[in-house]
């Protein structure tokens, strides 16, 4: 499984229009194309911060969809106000406790790691650090994207509400450091979002 996500800087005031875009006319074209398993859309209101990725049941797929979704990401970053940065990445593990509800809230973190360790890396995010997620209050579902040739990785925890992201939050960033020492990997930067739109369809992986 595959996945391609598009970050914007958004204007404060535009991100729900930006989140209409991408709900009303974005995910209907997708999940017209071959290949297409869903799309979910994360966004900071502090920041502006605004994250929609798209599933793909193979890169085949994903890179096929590149020329009709081209223009739309265009479009959905000139309504947010800034220009679109653009990532492809395998989806290495991802385990879903139960669905998400309205409300439900993301904590991402990303890292880089040794090209050469990438398994040793994800061997630990799956069966070391996912497992004592799972026992986070309001832990609902965890994914572990990569880029194997830039040597990024990116895990996001998704929490039935802010409220259970903030009373997690020191028991999480104990279980980042101790997980990024083990898996040798380097923490570059932890975010928390809006699960502003959740319709990814990606089967268990773990």
């Not at 970050?7 to 005031?13: E, M, N």
């Not at 974005?26 to 999940?31: E, G, I, Y």
């Not at 793909?56 to 220009?83: F, K, V, Y």
């Not at 925890?157 to 802010?162: E, F, G, I, N, R």
Request: hydrophobic share 45%.
């Amino acid at each position: 499984m595959y996945a391609r996500s598009t970050t914007v800087q958004a204007h404060l005031d535009s991100i729900d229009n930006g989140i209409a875009f991408i709900r009303d006319d974005v995910m209907p074209a997708l999940m017209e194309m071959p290949g297409c398993v869903g799309l979910s859309m994360l966004v900071d209101r502090e920041s502006g911060r605004c994250i929609a990725t798209s599933a793909w049941d193979s890169m085949e797929s994903m890179r096929a969809s590149e020329d009709m979704a081209r223009p739309m990401r265009e479009r959905a970053a000139e309504i947010m106000g800034n220009r679109a940065q653009v990532d492809e990445w395998e989806i290495a593990v991802l385990h879903r406790d139960h669905p998400s509800h309205h409300g439900a809230c993301v904590r991402a973190t990303w890292v880089r790691f040794d090209t050469d360790a990438v398994d040793r890396a994800i061997d630990v995010y799956r069966m070391g650090m996912l497992p004592a997620m799972r026992e986070l209050e309001g832990f609902c579902s965890a994914s572990l994207m990569i880029d194997r040739e830039s040597g990024i990785a990116v895990s996001s925890v998704t929490y039935d509400d802010s409220a259970a992201m903030e009373r997690t939050r020191d028991e999480a960033d104990s279980l980042r450091l101790t997980g990024a020492r083990e898996a040798g990997v380097e923490v570059l930067d932890v975010c928390e979002f809006e699960l502003a739109l959740a319709h990814l369809h990606v089967p268990e992986m773990v």
